[in-house]
């Protein structure tokens, strides 16, 4: 059984930060891509940053510049440094892990975690 873990969400007021924090759990053999969607209300869930096992990262660019996605792989852990936040960041993030085998001859899975709110007021 594979969990995936998320906390660092909150309330916070325009041009402050927050860091959000997704962990794996479970039995794990190797993790592909890990990185972060968001949804607002009445809106498609949209990627925001990824990265790969090789640290290749990815941003839409809404939030290049003041978003950095990053990995530990060896607490399969991906992390979301969200500064300069803005109200239209508002949106209930969502951890997103892709290509997970949980052996090296499993066939490789996506998983996602429950989401947590991230609110900026104006």
């Known amino acids: 059984q594979v969990q995936l873990v998320e906390s660092g969400g909150g309330l916070v007021q325009a041009g402050g930060s927050l860091r959000l924090s997704c962990a794996a759990s479970?039995?794990?053999?190797?993790?592909?891509?890990m990185g972060w969607y968001r949804q607002a209300p009445g809106k498609q869930r949209e990627l925001v940053a990824a990265?790969?096992?090789?640290?290749?990262?990815s941003y839409t660019d809404s939030v290049k510049g003041r978003f950095t996605v990053s990995r530990d792989n060896a607490k399969k852990t991906v992390y979301l440094q969200m500064n300069s936040l803005k109200p239209e960041d508002t949106a209930v993030y969502y951890c997103?892990?892709?290509?997970?085998?949980?052996?090296?001859?499993?066939?490789?899975?996506?998983?996602w975690g429950q989401g947590t709110q991230v609110t900026v007021s104006s």
């Open positions: 479970g039995n794990i053999f190797s993790i592909n891509t």
């Open positions: 997103n892990v892709q290509g997970l085998k949980r052996t090296a001859w499993d066939r490789p899975l996506n998983y």
């Open positions: 990265v790969t096992s090789g640290g290749t990262t």
